[in-house]
């Protein structure tokens, strides 16, 4: 038996091969002492063998095998090129160590196959990367390539995945284990609102901030499948990757893409502080590390089509007035785009609304001392364009497909549509300076395809290296495009259409256990939001846009004086601390009332934190339970000051201290006994900062 192991300060994984077969995950969690016996490890690992079992339990390797009567889901599908199946059988050949990497090569001599698994960990962000590839020397038919595939614990009651729709994005689901499989397909050709790739399997009795956890995801923007199986034996494995069929064609060699999995012993947050950094740090590459995220302004709630450039530049003096740094001009400034049926493809600006072109608009947004961005849906197309009238053969799917919302997609696997594209940005971006494209999909793909994912992945990365001062937000009716794959290529994502302060309370908790602040958009929106006709007070509005990269998206024209007034301050107060919190890690904690969703983002350095409790609902018992806060020095003194003191309303009427001005608690006090805040209305957030003295 030859075993092996990656390890950081958090956990250790280990892998072990028998007989010269493909390796098998025989550890993964806290940190195994140097010396550690590890094929003693492999030995007591093993399961028996009773009545109604094979004489010996085939491997769940990192590719398990049905050549080896692997009784679940193989790890690996594929035909010859003449449809004729085959099923390979793997040989280790060698595996190839370095401090922080494993490469496992494995062929099968009879297919003339080789099968290679890389894996990677991260000693400061403890993400194990892995990525598996296929070699084969005639061109086969991939059906099912999974990523390196890892067991789930067995200490497991419970694994959550993540769904959700249009403007509900980050539902988090819960389903018991059980024999069988929990399995997810996503077949629409994007990451998709409705499943994001990300999977969290919590240990028994474990919660935010207490007890052991695993978690996946798979940095993929195209169609993903993902596998949850529990064996008749009670083993359990997990997979992950493209879509099953996503390569249409026969090719000699596939790979999947980054699946990113990550041990924590302290509950959820301690994956979610993993993925967060690892995303901000290693994944996302930034034009201009140096600068601060700017507060951001879009004006498509305000202006929708109507473009007018004496009323857009009317709205970037006010904007700017309110703190706003960037100004973003949305859908209808081009072609005849007076609504959604019409023009996508066709960008060249609208003479009728822009007789002078965009230079004066974008002049007086910089007069303003704000930066200009624009909207683009670069992928897509009206049937009522010139482009389509020009070329329909451009368009990907079936001539009588089904729209979503009048357009189809173009293919971006043609070379010559991924130029077309480029020209047309690139003219633009080299005639006026525009430092960020808010880069829109808002349709599903009719046939899932990878090649339209990497076609899209080359023309974006095509114009990041000609304009590398270029910042791009990926949105697709809001968040049915956020993964670590399209987040390799852009900086924020817009995580909903829905600009509800309190539907975005709940998305951007659930989203932050993989996404950090830095990366996240969120818009104060108008009084009366667009999408729930729900009325929000502008407090409220303020404080939830300011838990992530913070920005407006209403017309500032129906801004009363107190409102404006609000919204100032606020935005100040971003301003004044985005540096350390954009960089910081966001922690979700427990709440002991369920009405209450409440996060705690604290410095890198454990200097400082911020911690924000919205009330979501009303809460069922009359008086706040106290709110335990988390991963705090327990020696060290805090000074907690209630940033909002003056929002307690007249029903508030205790003598709370909190309400008076700051206190000094210990780590251990604010982490046990907690902080009791005061009473509030629903819909309401309170903002509490703490220093360590």
Same mark, same amino acid.
């Given at each position: 038996?030859?075993?092996w192991?990656?390890?950081?300060?958090?956990?250790?994984l280990a892998?072990?091969?028998?007989?010269?077969?493909?390796?098998?995950?025989i550890?993964?969690?806290?940190?195994?002492?140097?010396?550690?016996?590890?094929?003693?490890?492999?030995?007591?690992?093993?399961?028996d063998?009773t009545?109604? *079992?094979?004489?010996?339990?085939p491997?769940l390797?990192?590719?398990?095998?049905?050549?080896?009567?692997f009784?679940?889901?193989?790890g690996?599908?594929v035909?010859?090129?003449d449809?004729?199946?085959?099923?390979p059988?793997?040989?280790l050949?060698?595996?190839?160590?370095?401090?922080?990497?494993?490469?496992?090569?494995c062929e099968?001599?009879?297919?003339?196959?080789?099968y290679?698994?890389v894996?990677?960990?991260d000693?400061?962000?403890?993400?194990?990367?892995m990525?598996?590839?296929?070699?084969?020397q005639?061109? @086969?038919h991939?059906?099912?390539?999974?990523?390196?595939?890892?067991?789930?614990?067995?200490?497991?009651?419970?694994?959550?995945d993540?769904?959700?729709?249009?403007c509900?994005?980050?539902q988090?689901?819960?389903t018991?284990?059980?024999p069988?499989?929990?399995?997810?397909?996503?077949?629409?050709?994007?990451?998709?609102?409705?499943?994001f790739?990300?999977?969290?399997?919590?240990?028994?009795?474990?919660?935010?901030?207490?007890?052991?956890?695993?978690?996946?995801?798979?940095g993929w923007?195209?169609?993903?499948?993902?596998?949850?199986?529990?064996l008749?034996?009670?083993?359990?494995?997990?997979?992950?990757?493209?879509?099953?069929?996503?390569?249409?064609?026969?090719?000699t060699?596939?790979?999947t893409?980054?699946?990113?999995?990550?041990?924590?012993?302290?509950?959820?947050?301690?994956?979610?502080?993993s993925?967060?950094?690892?995303?901000?740090?290693?994944?996302?590459?930034?034009?201009?590390?140096?600068?601060p995220?700017?507060?951001h302004y879009n004006?498509w709630?305000?202006?929708?089509?109507d473009h007018d450039?004496?009323?857009?530049?009317?709205?970037a003096?006010?904007?700017a007035?309110l703190?706003?740094?960037r100004?973003?001009? +949305?859908?209808?400034?081009?072609?005849?785009?007076?609504d959604d049926?019409?023009?996508l493809?066709?960008?060249?600006?609208d003479?009728?609304?822009y007789?002078?072109?965009?230079?004066?608009l974008?002049?007086?947004v910089?007069?303003?001392?704000m930066?200009?961005?624009?909207?683009?849906e670069?992928? @897509?197309?009206?049937?009522?364009?010139?482009?389509?009238?020009?070329h329909? +053969?451009w368009a990907?799917?079936?001539e009588?497909q089904?729209?979503?919302?009048q357009?189809?997609?173009l293919n *971006?696997?043609?070379?010559?549509?991924?130029?077309f594209?480029?020209?047309?940005?690139?003219?633009?971006?080299?005639?006026?300076?525009?430092?960020?494209?808010?880069?829109?999909h808002n349709?599903v793909?009719p046939?899932?395809?990878?090649?339209?994912? !990497?076609?899209?992945?080359?023309?974006i990365?095509?114009l990041?290296?000609?304009?590398p001062?270029l910042e791009?937000?990926s949105?697709?009716?809001?968040?049915?495009?956020?993964?670590?794959?399209i987040l390799a290529?852009t900086? !924020?994502v817009?995580?909903?259409?829905?600009?509800d302060?309190?539907?975005r309370l709940?998305?951007?908790?659930?989203?932050?256990?993989?996404?950090?602040a830095?990366?996240?958009?969120s818009?104060?929106g108008?009084?009366?939001c667009?999408?729930?006709g729900?009325?929000?007070?502008?407090?409220?509005?303020a404080?939830?846009?300011?838990?992530?990269?913070?920005?407006?998206?209403m017309?500032p024209?129906?801004?009363?004086?107190?409102e404006?007034?609000v919204?100032?301050?606020?935005t100040?107060?971003?301003?004044?601390?985005?540096?350390?919190? @954009?960089?910081?890690?966001?922690?979700?904690? +427990?709440?002991?009332d369920?009405?209450?969703i409440a996060?705690?983002q604290?410095?890198?350095?454990?200097h400082?934190?911020?911690?924000?409790?919205?009330k979501a609902?009303?809460s069922a018992?009359i008086a706040?339970r106290p709110?335990?806060?988390?991963?705090?020095?327990?020696?060290?003194r805090?000074?907690?000051?209630?940033r909002?003191r003056?929002d307690?309303?007249?029903l508030?009427?205790?003598?709370?201290?909190?309400?008076?001005?700051?206190v000094?608690l210990?780590?251990?006090?604010? @982490?046990h006994n907690?902080?009791t805040?005061?009473?509030?209305?629903?819909?309401?957030?309170w903002?509490?900062?703490?220093k360590?003295?």
């Amino acid at each position: 038996m030859d075993c092996w192991r990656l390890d950081d300060r958090r956990q250790t994984l280990a892998l072990a091969s028998t007989g010269g077969r493909c390796p098998t995950v025989i550890y993964w969690g806290p940190p195994l002492p140097p010396d550690e016996d590890l094929q003693a490890v492999a030995q007591v690992s093993q399961l028996d063998v009773t009545g109604g *079992m094979l004489d010996a339990n085939p491997d769940l390797s990192l590719c398990p095998e049905a050549a080896r009567s692997f009784p679940g889901q193989p790890g690996m599908i594929v035909r010859r090129a003449d449809g004729e199946r085959i099923i390979p059988k793997f040989t280790l050949r060698h595996v190839t160590q370095s401090d922080d990497s494993l490469t496992v090569t494995c062929e099968d001599p009879v297919h003339v196959l080789t099968y290679l698994a890389v894996l990677r960990i991260d000693p400061e962000t403890h993400v194990i990367e892995m990525q598996a590839r296929l070699k084969a020397q005639t061109p @086969m038919h991939l059906h099912w390539l999974a990523a390196p595939v890892l067991p789930a614990p067995q200490q497991s009651d419970e694994m959550i995945d993540v769904a959700g729709r249009w403007c509900g994005e980050f539902q988090l689901n819960r389903t018991a284990w059980s024999p069988g499989i929990r399995y997810r397909e996503n077949r629409t050709g994007r990451t998709g609102h409705e499943h994001f790739p990300g999977l969290i399997v919590p240990c028994r009795g474990a919660t935010n901030t207490t007890g052991e956890a695993f978690a996946f995801h798979y940095g993929w923007s195209g169609g993903h499948r993902m596998i949850a199986e529990e064996l008749p034996d009670g083993r359990r494995q997990i997979q992950f990757g493209h879509a099953a069929r996503m390569e249409t064609a026969p090719s000699t060699e596939f790979r999947t893409a980054p699946l990113y999995a990550c041990y924590s012993s302290d509950g959820l947050n301690g994956c979610a502080i993993s993925f967060q950094r690892h995303l901000r740090d290693r994944v996302v590459t930034w034009p201009k590390p140096d600068t601060p995220r700017p507060v951001h302004y879009n004006c498509w709630e305000a202006v929708y089509f109507d473009h007018d450039v004496p009323k857009l530049k009317d709205i970037a003096t006010r904007a700017a007035a309110l703190g706003a740094e960037r100004f973003v001009l +949305d859908d209808g400034w081009f072609g005849q785009r007076d609504d959604d049926t019409s023009s996508l493809s066709d960008w060249e600006v609208d003479p009728r609304k822009y007789p002078d072109g965009l230079g004066p608009l974008i002049d007086h947004v910089h007069a303003c001392g704000m930066t200009f961005g624009i909207w683009f849906e670069p992928e @897509m197309i009206n049937p009522d364009s010139n482009l389509h009238r020009a070329h329909p +053969d451009w368009a990907l799917g079936a001539e009588d497909q089904i729209l979503g919302r009048q357009q189809k997609a173009l293919n *971006m696997a043609l070379p010559e549509v991924r130029d077309f594209l480029y020209d047309r940005i690139a003219a633009l971006l080299s005639a006026h300076e525009i430092e960020y494209i808010k880069w829109d999909h808002n349709r599903v793909l009719p046939q899932p395809d990878a090649e339209q994912t !990497r076609g899209s992945y080359a023309l974006i990365d095509r114009l990041r290296a000609d304009f590398p001062h270029l910042e791009i937000e990926s949105c697709a009716s809001g968040g049915g495009r956020i993964d670590f794959g399209i987040l390799a290529r852009t900086q !924020r994502v817009w995580l909903s259409d829905s600009n509800d302060a309190l539907e975005r309370l709940a998305m951007q908790h659930n989203a932050a256990l993989f996404l950090p602040a830095a990366v996240t958009g969120s818009h104060v929106g108008p009084r009366r939001c667009h999408t729930s006709g729900r009325i929000l007070d502008i407090s409220f509005r303020a404080w939830v846009a300011a838990q992530r990269h913070m920005g407006f998206e209403m017309d500032p024209r129906e801004l009363d004086d107190r409102e404006a007034r609000v919204l100032r301050e606020v935005t100040d107060w971003w301003k004044a601390n985005r540096d350390w919190m @954009m960089n910081a890690d966001i922690q979700r904690l +427990d709440s002991a009332d369920p009405s209450v969703i409440a996060e705690q983002q604290s410095a890198r350095d454990g200097h400082r934190f911020v911690l924000f409790a919205g009330k979501a609902a009303t809460s069922a018992q009359i008086a706040p339970r106290p709110l335990r806060l988390t991963r705090l020095n327990p020696a060290a003194r805090y000074e907690i000051n209630l940033r909002n003191r003056g929002d307690a309303g007249a029903l508030s009427r205790g003598t709370l201290t909190l309400k008076d001005g700051p206190v000094t608690l210990t780590g251990t006090a604010l @982490m046990h006994n907690g902080l009791t805040l005061p009473w509030s209305f629903p819909e309401t957030m309170w903002v509490i900062e703490g220093k360590r003295l």
